[in-house]
């Protein structure tokens, strides 16, 4: 059996990048989970107390509101390293 040729030039080896961490805020986890829990006890206090004197007036706009708060602490959580 031939033997094969050897290749007479170096094979290309790409630079070496140093991969910096990303390092979420400090504010971030306690806003994200302030959130979901602000926008599950609006919701609660809702069902709960419907006759409540500043919740009564908003009606359904309440549901809104605490489903407002959950999607923004969604919308944090993807933002979480």
């Known amino acids: 059996m031939p033997k094969s040729k050897t290749r007479k030039k170096a094979v290309y080896t790409a630079p070496q990048k140093t991969q910096s961490v990303k390092v979420s805020p400090r504010w971030l986890a306690p806003v994200m989970v302030a959130s ?3 926008g599950i006890v609006w919701i609660a206090t809702y069902y709960v107390v419907p006759d409540m004197p500043g919740l009564s007036t908003l009606s359904n706009w309440n549901l809104l509101i605490g489903f407002g708060f959950i999607i ?3 919308v944090l959580s993807t933002r979480w390293r």
């Open 72 to 74: 923004v602490g969604v």
């Open 36 to 38: 979901w829990l602000i």
